[in-house]
């Protein structure tokens, strides 16, 4: 994303967790997608009878069969969660299986979902902090509490002795997390598409009971618990996430509120997100958002949330924890962005560690084919959560650094750039500074601050190698001749490409153990990435008959990732504004096939993608989506056909479904 207050943001929650895959006819037929939304009309066929899982030889190897992108052909598969791909399965006495993959919601934002305890409640509500609803009263005659339209970071799980009321078979938990919403009831009247309310409201965060039927792995809604944030001081904007090595969700706040802004805009959105969340403007601290929040699930189906603050104060997008239960690579989704990582000082223990920011070597490419470029590291410091919160909460930014617009002509101020755009800055507090100014502090420690939306992360744990999600190459990363660093390049950071990319791609970084930082220290960890290629890239095109200016065959502005080991697959989400309709894909890192998976509906974005391998046998892909009808100028020739149908499936583009997809119970097992 751009600055928040001027970017329309595409991030489409689909929560795709385990729908029965049904056996294969033939694919990528438009009578054999299904959909959904509140409702499966599209499906070709129900699912047959669930019979007992029979025992199957071992599980040898995988691959999935895309589907065709949706088409004005069949203008009402634009318009909703669209699913025509399958996936073919080999095991190791040479038997194979073919299943068609599924789509089931377990709710659209604003629908009443069960409480637990005999009521209902509001999915994606918003609540201040006295865990007390926040009501959108822009039109008095209407009024409703506010929920989101972005679900975003996805968690699936289970807790050792889980007890909840209602679950029959397995309970299952899942954790999702709410983005913000994108505009209030009078914007909407009014036919304005802008997002009025982001970043206006505290992040809701909910966990989900859901019961497992061990016969077919299907997964049923039997509770909806709000996470209470107030012990958090609420959550900034929380987008992507991921589950740890020892089973809590890792959230993340994104855009970091910034100390220094001189945007009156920027100003009025802080003061708002406090009187929505304090019930006083006045009360808004930047410094206590920007950081890694982590959710543990009780075996009650509730939820508690602290806040890490010793991670570094960035644009926080998905994190991936390694399998040392220690060491921790972030995505940092800005302008001037790095690499950034976290040696926590015990396993399992975020609390305390040692910050790191990575400097890009020689031979920094986009092209796959290129040799890339070697990593060193180097360490902004040592702290604990509990010193840097206490910061936080006495230091004011005139205590941090001075920060200047124009050059003062004077040696004591350094120029940088930050969220691509010159500033001169003097450090005042110097551990205050790395950990709370960290972008600012990072590029004067001679960090490569030059990437442009460094999304999602994960890792492929046999090969050693860890994938980080560019949603576009432009700006800062874009060699600028003229010298005068437009968009932020800046040569000193060795990420520089000749031309942009606005298709973005995805990079994959080689991991390894006996590193030492740039001032000769050892690092304590295994798992550090090493080298830098580009796996893929997508392909910016002048555009086609349907809109789309990136390449549908390829990825555009890939963000959400995740790795399943037993697939050898690489899950990719599009937050694109360049494909008419974002996409789910898989890539198999072993034979390098792309398969579409899922079509988002149209104008929205694809977030909350979470593999799980095996939970109870089962096999799932979590995946939602965002803001549909979320309309841009690519959008213009279908607009008019596909807003009254977005609107019908979306409570008036107010809503955005959380579910699941997965494969046949009674075949996979993997």
Not at 162 to 188: H, I, L, S
Not at 502 to 524: E, F, P, S, T, W
């Amino acid at each position: 994303m751009a600055e928040p207050l001027d970017f329309s943001r595409r991030k489409a929650l689909k929560l795709i967790v385990g729908a029965p895959m049904l056996p294969l006819g033939g694919l990528a037929t438009a009578s054999m997608l299904s959909a959904c939304g509140g409702s499966n009309d599209l499906a070709a066929a129900p699912a047959a009878p669930a019979a007992p899982a029979a025992p199957v030889a071992n599980f040898s190897t995988a691959s999935f069969t895309g589907m065709p992108a949706p088409s004005l052909a069949n203008p009402a598969l634009m318009a909703t969660t669209t699913v025509g791909s399958g996936l073919a399965v080999s095991y190791a006495d040479g038997s194979k299986k073919a299943f068609r993959l599924a789509y089931q919601p377990f709710f659209v934002t604003g629908d009443m979902v069960p409480d637990g305890k005999g009521g209902k409640v509001l999915a994606g509500g918003y609540f201040d902090i006295n865990n007390q609803p926040i009501y959108d009263d822009s039109v008095p005659a209407k009024r409703r509490q506010f929920f989101s339209d972005s679900p975003d970071g996805t968690s699936l799980l289970k807790i050792d002795g889980a007890k909840v009321a209602g679950v029959k078979g397995n309970a299952v938990f899942a954790v999702v997390q709410f983005e913000y919403t994108t505009r209030d009831q009078k914007t909407d009247d009014a036919g304005l598409n802008t997002n009025n309310m982001y970043g206006r409201l505290p992040s809701p965060i909910a966990v989900l009971t859901l019961d497992q039927d061990p016969a077919t792995g299907k997964l049923a809604l039997v509770k909806y618990h709000n996470v209470d944030t107030s012990g958090a001081n609420g959550l900034w904007i929380t987008c992507g996430a991921s589950l740890s090595p020892w089973n809590t969700h890792l959230s993340s706040e994104e855009y970091e509120p910034d100390t220094y802004t001189t945007s009156s805009g920027n100003k009025e959105q802080y003061a708002a997100f406090a009187q929505n969340l304090y019930g006083d403007a006045s009360k808004f601290n930047p410094y206590l958002y920007g950081h890694l929040p982590e959710v543990t699930v009780n075996p009650d189906g509730t939820g508690t949330i602290r806040k890490h603050y010793c991670l570094g104060r960035i644009s926080h997008e998905l994190v991936q924890v390694m399998p040392d239960n220690r060491t921790v690579l972030m995505g940092d989704d800005a302008t001037n962005s790095g690499l950034f990582m976290f040696v926590a000082d015990k396993e399992k223990d975020l609390s305390a560690g040692t910050l790191y920011v990575a400097k890009v070597g020689a031979g920094f490419s986009i092209d796959p084919n290129a040799a890339g470029a070697d990593l060193a590291w180097i360490k902004l410091g040592h702290a604990t959560s509990d010193e840097i919160e206490a910061m936080a909460r006495s230091l004011k930014p005139a205590d941090v650094m001075d920060v200047k617009w124009t050059d003062p002509a004077d040696s004591s101020y350094t120029k940088i750039f930050a969220d691509g755009k010159p500033q001169w800055v003097k450090v005042l507090n110097d551990k205050a500074a790395r950990f709370l100014e960290t972008h600012r502090y990072a590029f004067l420690a001679g960090g490569s601050m030059g990437f442009t939306k460094l999304e999602g992360t994960t890792v492929n744990i046999k090969d050693k190698i860890a994938y980080s999600a560019l949603q576009n190459i432009q700006g800062s990363m874009v060699k600028d001749p003229t010298g005068k660093n437009v968009g932020g390049w800046n040569a000193g950071s060795n990420i520089s490409v000749d031309k942009a990319l606005l298709a973005g791609g995805v990079m994959q970084h080689k991991l390894g153990g006996a590193q030492r930082d740039l001032d000769g220290a050892a690092i304590n960890s295994d798992w550090v990435p090493v080298h830098t290629k580009a796996l893929l890239v997508g392909k910016d095109i002048a555009g086609d008959a349907l809109g789309n200016t990136g390449d549908p065959e390829r990825v555009a502005n890939p963000d959400n990732l995740k790795f399943s080991e037993k697939l050898r697959t690489l899950f990719i989400g599009e937050d694109s504004g360049q494909h008419v309709n974002n996409f789910l894909w898989a890539y198999n890192v072993d034979t390098g096939q792309l398969a579409r998976l899922l079509s988002t509906p149209v104008g929205a974005e694809a977030t909350g993608l979470h593999v799980v391998d095996d939970l109870n046998g089962w096999t799932y892909i979590m995946s939602n989506f965002q803001h549909a009808g979320d309309w841009g100028d690519i959008h213009k020739d279908v607009k008019g056909t596909l807003e009254p149908l977005v609107r019908t499936n979306y409570k008036d583009r107010f809503g955005a479904a959380v579910g699941y997809l997965t494969g046949d119970p009674a075949a996979i097992k993997l």
